[in-house]
């Protein structure tokens, strides 16, 4: 890439901050009123990256094949993580067709049916776990009593992990997201679950069961997938499936904060899918961007000229506040409709447990809108404790009381 700054808008610092609570990222709220397409270098990686924050354009570079996901692998783009290193074949990194295959193969296990199979039994773990914190009594740490355990029992049993294996599974999943404990620790995470779901996925080839890991055992077998396909993308479901403990702890955090907005959600049970919808657009997802692409071509974005092999990042939080889209943008209202906000990203990479997290999300905050009647924080609001450090932003503890009667 030859710098050309007189065509070209200057590229920005972008930190990596450690924000608290539900805030938006200032650097991100800066970029996006410098203008629709922006040059930016994050805390590590080499050089500079576009970075696309309108909603339209965000949706036109995620659905274009000329910004590729594939041709990633092998470059220093400038990111986030400092020990991000991008693996061929994984599916975060395909392109159609070879994206499309991958999908495939564990497509079954996120259709509503399959989400449905697992209402009830989810259900009933949400209901034994409040029931417990509800029996000892308050204070309790919702973070550690339920925004954790809860998720991770949903992926775990999806994937086919046996119960026994759920904290290894998040103990790994936390070493991997992190960027506090180097490199050579998040790898070595990364090594070790691949390794578990190389023996859970061969074990599971008989073809008769829903989980994923015998979907992509079955695959396996047949030929469609190969074994580091599908150990690859076993990895990638099973770590994206922990991501509904942040994005239900900011949530509830904002609820906690927000008395007014549960109370509307007790009185109006109705509301509460459409309410989801809008936390979900209105939370901060993570920290900074996520992966980024590499344009295959010289591209024009918004009257602004890409080049062929620059790097792309696009900002779905950024998309989610699009004013020309999102109508007093910085407001949580839950009659906004309709709502097509990104939270789960667009194009061939949309998130396949969308609608997994969404179910999970509705269970969750409406047991404890139901089933505590004053749950409130135990700590002032600016004391309860966000993780640092993280690729994505959640509270790390999330203390609370209420009246031992509710």
Known sequence: MTEDTTTRPPVRQWPALDLHGVDFDPV????????????????NGEGWAWLVTRYDDVRAV?????????????????????????????????????????????????????????????????DGLVTGILR?????????????????????????????????????????????HGAEVSERAKNEMSAYFADLIRARDDGSGED?????????????????????????VQIGGEAVTNNCGNMVYLLLTRPDLADRLRAEPALRPQAIDELLRYIPHRSAVGLSRIALEDVDVA??????GDPVYVSYLAANRDPDVFPDPDRIDFDRSPNPHVSFGFGPHYCVGGMLARLESELLVGALLDRFTDLRLAVPADQVPFRKGALIRGPEAMPVTWSASG
Not at 28 to 43: H, K, N, W, Y
Not at 143 to 149: A, D
Not at 224 to 234: I, R, S, W
Request: aromatic share 4%.
């Open 303 to 308: 009257g602004v000229r890409i080049s062929e």
């Open 28 to 43: 991100l709220a800066r970029l996006m009123d410098e203008g629709p397409v922006t040059r930016i270098q994050l805390p």
């Open 212 to 236: 994923v890991a015998s979907l992509l055992g079955t695959s396996v077998g047949a030929g469609e997938l190969t074994k580091d396909e599908a150990v690859g993308l076993a990895v990638l």
């Open 136 to 180: 000892e009594g308050p204070p309790a740490d919702l973070t550690e009593r339920l925004l954790v355990p809860f998720p991770i029992a949903v992926i775990c049993e999806l994937m086919g992990v046996p119960a026994d294996d759920r904290q290894l599974m998040h103990t790994w999943t936390q070493l991997i997201l992190s960027s506090a």
């Open 62 to 126: 995620t659905n274009d094949s000329r910004f590729s996901r594939e041709a990633v692998v092998g470059r220093h783009v400038t990111r986030l993580a400092p020990h991000f290193i991008p693996q061929a074949g994984a599916v975060g990194f395909a392109d159609p067709p070879d994206h499309t295959r991958l999908r495939r193969s564990v497509a079954a296990a996120f259709t509503a049916r399959g989400v449905e199979r697992l209402r009830a039994g989810a259900q009933d773990l949400l």
